[in-house]
């Protein structure tokens, strides 16, 4: 286990994450097509209807905005509170930020059918023709599960050190609840298989672009302050 978080920043630095979603998308425009078809179905409806609404309003709200959300602010909230900064809060904006646009681009930008209208083109038509079904990849909830989620697990673990088995259970909580986005979405019958997979690559690629660059300012900010406290008779001394 300890073998695999200290090779997690590699396996999901943002050239990997990217790399892999620009694959999912070009397969699941052409060669994939034919396991999109055979995958989905409305197996809710098929197998569990008394039980459709509720999961569909239930653990699939989950991984929406009504609910991931309103956690990542608080959570930010708290630590900004405990730790009397903005920067949680900043970040939390950023988060939010990139999946608006982020996601959002994407969506708009590929404009694929989802089950209920088409099926998968991409560049079919998109919003103006279909609304909301015509931008169905990448998916929205697999990727607010990795992105707002992980934030929300990047703010824990940078504001309030935690020990080492902190640490993991955020990891595990974080994958769990994306994995549990995924099983219901896919039973849902909602999205396109592939839609998930992309919106979970979508998701990690702008959480990995958040934390890098959050990263890269904090850092900066630590070495204007360090250079900036050196004594002038050790700076001259230095030159």
Same mark, same amino acid.
């Given at each position: ?7 997690? !920043? ?8 990217? /790399? ?9 425009? /052409? ?7 055979? $995958?989905?179905? +409305? ?5 569990? !209807?008394?039980?459709?609404?509720? $999961? ?6 989950? *991984? ?9 602010? *608080?959570?930010?909230?708290? $630590? ?7 920067? !949680?809060?900043?970040? *939390? ?11 959002? /681009? ?42 707002? +989620? /992980?934030?929300?697990?990047? $703010? ?17 909580? %974080?994958?769990?609840?994306? *994995? ?19 919106? %979970? ?39």
């Amino acid at each position: 286990m300890h073998g695999l978080m200290r090779r997690l !920043p590699r396996m999901t630095s943002l050239p990997v994450l990217a /790399g892999a979603f620009v694959v999912v998308t070009l397969l699941a425009a /052409g060669p994939l097509r034919d396991l999109d078809h055979a $995958l989905q179905a +409305y197996w809710s409806r098929r197998y569990t !209807p008394n039980w459709h609404e509720f $999961l569909d309003t239930v653990p699939n709200a989950v *991984a929406g905005q009504a609910v991931c959300l309103p956690a990542l602010v *608080a959570v930010a909230g708290w $630590l900004a509170v405990r730790q009397r900064t903005w920067h !949680p809060v900043l970040v *939390a904006l950023a988060a939010e930020g990139a999946f608006l646009v982020g996601v959002g /681009g994407l969506k708009v930008l590929l404009a694929r059918t989802s089950p209920a209208v088409g099926d998968g083109s991409f560049l079919s038509g998109g919003f103006l023709e279909h609304g909301w079904y015509g931008m169905a990849y990448p998916s929205g909830h697999a990727a607010e599960a990795v992105l707002v +989620y /992980g934030a929300a697990a990047y $703010l824990v673990r940078t504001y309030s050190h935690p020990d080492l088995r902190v640490r993991t259970r955020t990891f595990w909580l %974080v994958l769990l609840i994306a *994995a549990g986005a995924l099983l219901v979405a896919f039973y849902l019958g909602f999205h396109w298989p592939t839609d998930l997979v992309g919106g %979970v690559l979508a998701g990690g690629m702008l959480l990995r672009l958040v934390v890098d660059v959050d990263r890269s300012v904090a850092a900066r900010a630590r070495d204007r302050q360090t250079g900036s406290s050196v004594p002038s008779s050790s700076a001259s001394t230095m030159r």
